[in-house]
C-alpha cells in the first residue's frame, strides 16, 4: 500500500461502508486517515454500539464521522439513535446525502411523542434525497415535510400508519417511481395519486379490509396484499399484477384495460366470483397465470368456484404460456360438462407449463381427463408439475387415484413429474 499512489488508495478506502471498518482504518496511519473523507456511503448495523464502552455517546461518534466526509451519498443507520443526533447528521450531510435508510424504532407511540422534532420530521432536512428507507415507523400524525422532488424511491417496512399522514407523505413526494410498503397496519382507505410510479407494492397488515384507489397512469408493476375493494383505471403500463388477501375476503376489483398484462397472480382465502370473472376477462393477454383462491361466495359464505368451461378459458387466454392452478381452480374445470366441448382439432397454442396442486381425490376421473387434455392439447407444453398437497388417504379412492396419476406420469416422462 505504501507504493500506491494517493489517488488509488482513496479509491480503494472509498468502497469502504461498514462505521466500524471506517473507524478502524482511520487508526492505521495519516495517509489512510487522511483517504477516509472520500468514503461515499456509511453504514451502522444494529450492533455497531453493543461493545461500546467509551465516554463520547453514539450520536456523537456518528456525527463525529459524518462531518469528516467530503461528499457522502449514502447513509445507513440500523443502531438506535435519538432524534436530535439524527437531525445534527442531516445538517451536516444535506448537500451530498441522496440515499438515506433508518430503522426508526419509534412505532411505540409513548417513545415518539416524548421526542421534539420527532425523527420523522428531522428527515426534511435533506432536500435532495433520491431514494427513502425506512424501518419500524409511527406515522399517526402528519410529517411536516416539505417537497423532496428528487425522490425517486420511498419505501416504508413495519408501520402503523393512519390515512391522512401516508396522504401526506405520498404528497411530498410528488415524483417516486418506487413505492414500497410492507406490513402495515392501521390504513383503512388508501388513495395513491402519483403520475410517475411505476413499481408498487403494498401490504397491508390487519383485517384483510382496506380499500385501495391508485392513480397512476405510468404503474407496471403493482402486488397488493390486504385490500378488499380495489380500484386502478389507469393499466395501459400494467405488465405485473399480484392480489392476494390472506386475512380477509376479496369482494370487488375496478380495473382499466390489462391489454399490456403479462403477470396476473390470485391469491386468498376467498373471492367473489364477480371479482375472479372481472379478473380472467380483463387479463386476456396474460402468458403468466397464477390461481390460488380457496373459496368464493358473498360475505360469510365459503362456496365451491362455480364450472369454468375448459376449450372458452383456453380460448380467452390464447397467450397463456405458464399456468399455476391450484385445487379449487383445478377442481373447476374439471366438473363433468367442463371438457365437453374439447374437439380432436382443439388446440392450446402457447402453453409452455403448467403446475397443478391436487389435494383431494375427488372426482377423480374427471380429474385424470383434464390432465390428458391439458397434454393432449398443449401442443407445446414442455413441463406439467401435478404437486400432491394435503390429500387424505382415509379415503379408499385416494391409493386409485394416486396409482392413476403416477402411470400418467410414467407414460409422459419426458414432461409430466410428481412433486
Known amino acids: 500500500m505504501d507504493s500506491l499512489p494517493d489517488a488509488l488508495v482513496q479509491c480503494i478506502l472509498s468502497h469502504m461502508r461498514s462505521g466500524r471498518d471506517v473507524a478502524v482504518c482511520s487508526c492505521v496511519s495519516k495517509r489512510w486517515k487522511e483517504s477516509l473523507p472520500y468514503i461515499r456511503s456509511l453504514y451502522f448495523p444494529r450492533s455497531s454500539f453493543d461493545s461500546h464502552s467509551g465516554g463520547e455517546r453514539p450520536d456523537d461518534i456518528i456525527r463525529r464521522m459524518v462531518s469528516r466526509i ?5 447513509l445507513v443507520v440500523y443502531s438506535p439513535f435519538s432524534s436530535a443526533g439524527l437531525a445534527t447528521w442531516l445538517s451536516l450531510l444535506q448537500p451530498s446525502l441522496k440515499y438515506l435508510e433508518l430503522r426508526l424504532d419509534n412505532i411505540a407511540e409513548q417513545q415518539a411523542c416524548l421526542e421534539s422534532p420527532s425523527k420523522l420530521d428531522c428527515i426534511s432536512k435533506v432536500k435532495n434525497l433520491e431514494s427513502l428507507k425506512l424501518w419500524g415507523v409511527l406515522m399517526i400524525q402528519l410529517p411536516k415535510w416539505d417537497v423532496f422532488p428528487r425522490l425517486r424511491t420511498l419505501e416504508i417496512v413495519g408501520a402503523r400508519l393512519e390515512d391522512p399522514a401516508l396522504s401526506a407523505a405520498l404528497k411530498a413526494c410528488p415524483n417516486l417511481t418506487n413505492l414500497l410498503l410492507l406490513g402495515c397496519e392501521g390504513l383503512k382507505m388508501v388513495s395513491i395519486d402519483l403520475p410517475h ?31 378488499s375493494w380495489i380500484r386502478v383505471r389507469e393499466t ?3 405488465r405485473h399484477l399480484s392480489i392476494s388477501n390472506n386475512a380477509g375476503r376479496v369482494y370487488m376489483v375496478d380495473f382499466g384495460r390489462l391489454s399490456a398484462l403479462e403477470y396476473l397472480s390470485m391469491r386468498g382465502v376467498q373471492w367473489c366470483w364477480d371479482a375472479i370473472s372481472k379478473m380472467l376477462e380483463g387479463a386476456r393477454e396474460v402468458k403468466h397465470l397464477f390461481m390460488k383462491v380457496e373459496f368464493t361466495g358473498d360475505f360469510e359464505v365459503l362456496q365451491p368456484f362455480p364450472e369454468v368451461d375448459f376449450v372458452e378459458f383456453f380460448n380467452n387466454h390464447p397467450k397463456l404460456q405458464k399456468f399455476d392452478i391450484h385445487g379449487a381452480m383445478f377442481a373447476a374445470i374439471c366438473q363433468k360438462n367442463s371438457l365437453k366441448n374439447v374437439e380432436s382439432g382443439f388446440v392450446i397454442p402457447c402453453l409452455e407449463e403448467v403446475v397443478v396442486t391436487v389435494r383431494s381425490p375427488l372426482n377423480a376421473e374427471q380429474k385424470m381427463s383434464t390432465l390428458e387434455s391439458l397434454l393432449k392439447c398443449g401442443r407445446n407444453l414442455k413441463t406439467m408439475v401435478i404437486r400432491i398437497l394435503q390429500m387424505k388417504s382415509s379415503h379408499s379412492s385416494t391409493d386409485d387415484f394416486f396409482d392413476d396419476i403416477c402411470r400418467f406420469r410414467c407414460m409422459n416422462r419426458k414432461i409430466v413429474r410428481i412433486e
Do not use: A, T
Not at 467530503?70 to 449514502?74: A, H
Not at 413499481?199 to 397488493?224: A, H, M, R, T, W
Open 70 to 74: 467530503v461528499c457522502l451519498e449514502e
Open 197 to 227: 410510479l411505476e413499481q408498487c407494492k403494498l401490504d397491508f397488515y390487519g383485517l384483510g379490509n382496506c380499500s385501495l384507489s391508485l392513480k397512476c397512469p405510468k404503474i407496471s408493476l403493482l402486488e397488493v396484499q390486504g385490500c
Open 236 to 238: 395501459n403500463c400494467l
